[in-house]
DNA sequence: TCCCTCTGTGTAAACGATTACATATTCGCG
DNA sequence: CGCGAATATGTAATCGTTTACACAGAGGGA
């Protein structure tokens, strides 16, 4: 592999010039300038980055966490933070980590050294596994907050979202209205519940904890949740799912029992992931603007990268967007497909 | 940051013994071993791997190019390169690259030095472009194949997985069969046609050109090959579109202009994306296994790696599985929700 | 003329790890 | 008792960069 040296040897330089020029330091006179590019490029230098990171502790990489993950929110939020790193010169060092302790600390340890900061997705996490962290690198916590203020944290408008949802429901007339809640201990989960108890007080209705069945973020679990929901004596009129995994599920336990949607039972989702729009009928959601969730949080982590992570702590939220469809209003808001360019091939 | 200086340090002893310890490398004394680990666990010591890869040329790495994808495709290949990257101890360095060859040879310089091997997935790459890269790294091609040997690849089982659907479309009796062809220059796309082309040939019926349309693998393109086919004097009686994508576009069409499905057109896809059991009716299609695609590709490249780029290279193939459901033939196969843990959150 | 300030370049010391080689101690055995 | 082998540890070179410092020559002002 060709180093520096090379370089240098070939030009009948010093190595310091060359470092120079390619960094852009110190003056250089223009001719040798030159010639040290002409060369560096013909020969196909690239600088090694582990010799560079060892003098400049920096590493121009960023770590990600991700707990065990399946579907599109993964990959439109790595998206959304790629873009954003590249646009930065960032690379990005990808980890799936199991969302206890001891898989988020081993994780953080393999990265020392290697990036300039962490961005971490841990919803059901104790913050403090990651406090006592063996690191002064700058961490963004994603969809989850930290209990102190140490750590710069971004989540998404679930307690707003869920609350314009609910109060969509209340003004079609529903005043008996379900919900399914998220996994347990699972922050997202807790927030959306929030926003549905406090959509409900706001038009005057005291949530009853009948109406509140307990899911797990799976299609299984809202399929279950809505059979519950059916065998109550005095039925709700709506479900408001914590996400659109449940509400599907929720949508077929409807479907088998012959309930017909919306008429005799409105359905709500959470996310607004592209099956939605493909269910019958079409789903309502809350959108949640996934890829720009990424990218804000690669922008935090930049932001306290450059500070040294010696800046004000953040907490943001990304906001949500409600997506009326049929599941909850009779009339058609929007037809499906096709949308040009919108859902691509898998394999292209 | 604590370095293995500071480790030594406070052990009483030297970086090399220290380095032995941790690396399991040379004689030291139980005693020794003992309170070097426990000193180096309570000062929180991580070596640092740039410094590491600098003396050892490894970076315990490996680099991942994907092209501008969206959705399901993209979070499991990730997910079963991870895995296997994992559990051998190895990071995954991970870049979104255009698939122009300036492109693929910035991301390739990027990552020079920081990974020992790259898998790169560019469907539409004229390999050229990878062959003169300024390393002697290995590198795995993903979805493609190179024109020479040098360069070891992993594909899907197009040409085969196609020739069975189709198969399975003339053992319905249908005799007309259309294909809606996936992306020009599209190495996936050319190998699903030579499959659908050769189940014909293989039943006795001469491929008609009229009925290969062109297409691009979204969901407008194959709208609109549908509606032109659907136009057409002699109408086929089945569409096998190159991938899902494409396969709901023409469901969508084919409704709108109330056509009945599978009686009057039967229709198949490839992918078996998420949405294929989704669509009414559920969508046949050629299912990929793409988790394990991931998997194989960074085995492969492992295995490179150890033999120092000096091995055989190999063409590899994961094999497909037709999977049939109400869209091309009239009693369900299947039954959609729920399938426990099959689907989950977004948000989770 | 002298000195000071630029400009352009080289020398060498870091950075944090691994490892070949040297050294010191212990032990076993003839 | 003495020697070689085995064991335990230290010393120092090395990897490829960046950068503080030194230095040489040129130009300008007093």
Do not use: W
Request: glycine share 8%; aromatic share 4%; with cysteine.
């Amino acid at each position: 592999m060709v180093t520096i040296k090379d370089v240098a040897r070939e030009a009948n330089v010093s190595v310091a010039t060359v470092s120079r020029v390619l960094n852009g330091s110190g003056p250089v006179s223009d001719e040798t300038q030159r010639l040290i590019r002409e060369i560096a490029g013909r020969m196909r230098y690239v600088p090694h980055s582990g010799a560079r990171s060892l003098i400049t502790s920096k590493t121009q990489t960023i770590g990600v966490l991700l707990p065990d993950l399946y579907g599109e929110f993964f990959s439109e939020v790595i998206r959304g933070m790629d873009d954003t790193a590249q646009k930065n010169g960032f690379h990005l060092l990808i980890s799936r980590a199991y969302a206890d302790r001891h898989g988020i600390e081993t994780a953080m340890r393999g990265m020392r050294g290697r990036v300039d900061g962490v961005v971490a997705m841990s919803p059901d996490l104790d913050e403090n596994s990651l406090l006592n962290l063996p690191s002064t690198i700058p961490v963004v916590l994603l969809c989850s907050v930290p209990r102190g203020n140490e750590i710069d944290s971004l989540t998404i408008q679930n307690s707003r979202g869920a609350r314009d949802m609910v109060a969509h429901l209340v003004s079609l007339g529903h005043r008996r209205i379900a919900i399914i809640k998220g996994a347990a201990r699972n922050y997202d989960a807790a927030e959306r519940l929030r926003g549905y108890r406090k959509a409900l007080r706001e038009a005057g209705i005291e949530p009853d904890p009948t109406l509140e069945r307990n899911g797990d973020f799976t299609e299984a679990g809202g399929y279950l949740a809505a059979l519950a929901l059916l065998a109550l004596k005095d039925r709700p009129t709506a479900i408001f799912a914590a996400n659109d995994s449940m509400a599907i599920g929720a949508l077929s336990a409807l479907r088998e029992s012959g309930v017909e949607i919306p008429g005799e039972m409105a359905v709500a989702g959470f996310d607004d992931i592209p099956l939605a729009r493909y269910m019958d009928p079409p789903l309502s959601s809350v959108h949640v603007p996934i890829c720009e969730l990424g990218a804000r949080a690669v922008e935090m982590l930049l932001h306290g990268i450059s500070r040294k992570n010696d800046h004000q702590r953040r907490r943001e939220r990304v906001p949500t967007e409600l997506v009326i469809r049929r599941s909850t209003s009779a009339q058609p808001a929007e037809r499906p497909p096709p949308t040009i360019g919108k859902v691509r091939s898998p394999v292209s």
